[in-house]
């Protein structure tokens, strides 16, 4: 069974520019969540998607924002990228949502905003 | 709001010695505590967790046990290898706060084991 898959691995982009980032859950999966690791901030939850509709979302500018579509991948875009936007972004998938679906990790993209 | 604090890193260690890392919780609710293990280059892995009280999760020969009442679900391990090297992340989600499958991360720790 294929794991979590985020696309792409690497990205380098300049200040003013926009991102969007890939997300394929586990086959199955229908939750979806996206998290964003800096050295300085640790690991921040952006925001969470199931069956389409963001049920959650974190302390991020209105810039980040996301999307699932009906066959449960993801996408995150960042506009107006920062300076400090650079960061690892993480997507998880589980199953359905709550505390007894464990969330499956991908290995993220490296975003660096030059 | 909830947060999650683990013991300033890094830790190094030599191969078969006894391994803690500390971490304490605060949150809103009644939480389930998790630790994750990111390697290099990899995305996080759940290691283990537990949803109440008392629980005590393992894998692979790491043990954390949920103390509701120092608020603590400190990782150990009796004897580590050089595959254990690692960040390891301290994580709770509170159903209570609202949230459904948030997870709240402490900052992480590298764990280094020498031959």
């Known amino acids: 069974k294929a794991g979590v898959t985020q696309t792409p691995r690497y990205l380098i982009k300049t200040r003013g520019q926009q991102v969007t980032l890939s997300c394929s859950p586990i086959s199955g999966h229908r939750s979806v969540s996206w998290y964003q690791q800096t050295p300085g901030q640790g690991l921040q939850f952006l925001f969470e998607?199931?069956?389409?509709?963001?049920?959650n979302k974190g302390n991020f500018p209105g810039r980040f924002s996301g999307r699932q579509f009906s066959n449960s991948r993801s996408e995150m875009n960042v506009s107006t990228l920062e300076l400090g936007d650079s960061a690892l972004y993480l997507c998880?998938?589980?199953f359905g949502l709550g505390l007894k679906n464990i969330q499956y990790f991908g290995a993220g993209t490296r975003l660096s905003v030059l | 709001g909830d947060s999650v604090t683990q013991m300033e890193g890094p830790v190094t260690l030599s191969e078969e010695a006894f391994l803690t890392i500390n971490c304490t919780y605060t949150?809103?609710?009644?939480?389930?505590l998790f630790w994750y293990v990111q390697y290099p280059g990899e995305g996080l892995q759940l290691l283990l967790k537990?949803?109440?009280?008392?629980d005590k999760g393992s894998n692979k020969g790491f043990e954390a046990t949920y103390r509701k009442e120092t608020t603590s679900f400190h990782l150990e391990k009796g004897s580590v290898q050089v595959s254990d090297s690692a960040v390891y992340f301290c994580?709770?989600?509170?159903?209570?706060?609202?949230?459904?499958?948030?997870?709240?991360f402490g900052k992480g720790i590298t764990l280094s084991v020498r031959p």
């Open positions: 994580a709770l989600s509170d159903l209570e706060s609202g949230a459904n499958s948030k997870l709240t």
């Open positions: 998880a998938s589980s």
């Open positions: 998607y199931f069956s389409e509709t963001q049920r």
């Open positions: 537990a949803t109440k009280a008392d």
């Open positions: 949150a809103t609710g009644y939480p389930s």
